[in-house]
C-alpha cells in the first residue's frame, strides 16, 4: 500500500504540473482527493491492515494528501497570476489615444417653447393639468357647446375610434374634466398633444400640440384676459410687444377674439415675418360661455371666466421664423441643433 501511495503521489503532481486553468486544476484535484479519488479509495481499503500497519499507512496516507493540497493551492495561485498577466497585456488601454467623445443631447424646440410656456403662466399663478389623450365625444365636443352639426365633428376632420370615442382634437377637455371635479377659483393651463385629420404640408400636421388657459372665478372679466395674455407676450416676444384683439367666434366662448402681437421684429413697422402687416396672429381666446360652466356644474350667475388656446408649433415658427412645419418632425439634427 505504501507504494500506491508514493505512486498516487507521483502522479497527482505530475497532472498538477500540467494543469492550465482553475478549472483543470479542480478536475484533477477531484480526481485524487475527492469522495471517489484514488487517494479516499485506498484508505477505505485500511480495514485489511494489521494493527501494526494501520498508524504507518494512516500517518502516510495524510502526508501525501497534506502534499498534494499544498501542491494544488500553489499551482492555484500561479494560474492567477498568469491569467492577471495576460489580461493586463491583453486589456491595457493606451491612454496617449484620443478619448471617445460623447455628444450630449439637447431638447427639442417644442419641447423648449412648452417650458417657457408653462414657466411664464406658473409665475402668473397657473396650475399645470394633464389629461388623456383618447377622449368622449361629448368631452371633446357637446360639453364645449359645439352643436351637432359642427364641421369639426365630421368624420373627415376627426379621429373617431367609436363613435362616441376619439383623440382629442384640442386639450379643453382637461378644462372641462376640471370644471366638474374643481370648485371655483380655478386657473389651469393644459398643454397636450391633439389630433386632427389633416394632409400633411407646411402648415399642417394630423398631430400638433397645444396650449390652453382657463381661469373661473368671480368678476372675471375681459379685461383679465387682456391683461393676462398681455403679460404673457411681453414675457415670451419683448417688453415692447403689443395685443391685439379681433373678434371671432368659437363655440365654448362669448364674446370671442382672436388675439395677435405686434411684430417682435419690425416692432409693428411691417416686415417678411409679419408680411408687411406689423401683427402676427398667435392664439384664440374669449370669455367661458355660459352653457359651457352650466354644464360642469358652475353656477354661470355666479362665476365667469376665460379661455385661451395655442398651436405651440405656430409659436415655434413664429419665434424662430421657421416656414416649414415638417422640419419640426423630421427628426433631421443638421435643423435641430440650431435651437
Known amino acids: 500500500m505504501k507504494e500506491q501511495l508514493n505512486d498516487i503521489k507521483k502522479k497527482a503532481k505530475e497532472d498538477i504540473l500540467t494543469a492550465q486553468t482553475e478549472s483543470e486544476l479542480e478536475e484533477i484535484r477531484v480526481k485524487y482527493l475527492g469522495k471517489k479519488g484514488l487517494l479516499t479509495g485506498i484508505l477505505r481499503g485500511m480495514g485489511k491492515l494489521s494493527a501494526e500497519e494501520r498508524p504507518i499507512i494512516g500517518a502516510l496516507a495524510n502526508s501525501v494528501r497534506q502534499d498534494l493540497e499544498n501542491y494544488i493551492e500553489q499551482m492555484r495561485i500561479s494560474i492567477k497570476k498568469k491569467e492577471l498577466q495576460e489580461r493586463l497585456i491583453n486589456e491595457k488601454i493606451d491612454v496617449t489615444l484620443p478619448s471617445n467623445s460623447k455628444r450630449i443631447g439637447k431638447l427639442h424646440p417644442i ?24 377622449e368622449t365625444s361629448y368631452n371633446n365636443f357637446d360639453a364645449l357647446n359645439a352643436s351637432s352639426d359642427h364641421p369639426s365633428r365630421d368624420y373627415s376632420d376627426t379621429f373617431y375610434i367609436t363613435p362616441n370615442t376619439l ?34 404640408d407646411a402648415t399642417h400636421s394630423p398631430m400638433f400640440h397645444q396650449i ?53 421684429i419690425c416692432g409693428g413697422k411691417g416686415c417678411r415675418l409679419c408680411k408687411g402687416e406689423g401683427w402676427i396672429e398667435i392664439l384664440g381666446a374669449g370669455m ?7 354644464g360642469c356644474g358652475i353656477d354661470p350667475d355666479e362665476y365667469s371666466g376665460f379661455a385661451f388656446g395655442a398651436g405651440i408649433e405656430r409659436i415655434v415658427m413664429i419665434k ?3 416656414n416649414d412645419m415638417r422640419l419640426l418632425f423630421d427628426n433631421d439634427l443638421r435643423f435641430l441643433q440650431q435651437f
Do not use: W
Open 288 to 294: 367661458v360661455h355660459p352653457n359651457v360652466l352650466a
Open 111 to 134: 419641447t423648449q417653447i412648452e417650458n417657457r410656456l408653462k414657466e411664464i403662466f406658473l409665475a402668473m399663478g397657473f396650475e399645470v393639468m394633464e389629461g388623456p389623450e383618447v
Open 320 to 322: 424662430y421664423n421657421i
Open 167 to 200: 383623440l382629442r382634437t384640442q386639450t379643453s377637455p382637461v378644462q372641462v374634466r376640471t370644471m366638474r371635479n374643481r370648485k371655483p377659483p380655478i386657473r389651469i393651463i393644459s398643454p397636450g398633444r391633439v389630433y386632427r385629420y389633416d394632409q400633411v
Open 212 to 264: 390652453e388657459g382657463l381661469v373661473v372665478d368671480k368678476n372675471i372679466t375681459m379685461g383679465d384676459l387682456k391683461g393676462t395674455l398681455a403679460n404673457f407676450a411681453t414675457s415670451f416676444f419683448g417688453e415692447n410687444t403689443k395685443t391685439r384683439f379681433r373678434p371671432h367666434n368659437f363655440p365654448f366662448t362669448e364674446p370671442s377674439a382672436e388675439v395677435d402681437v405686434s411684430c417682435f
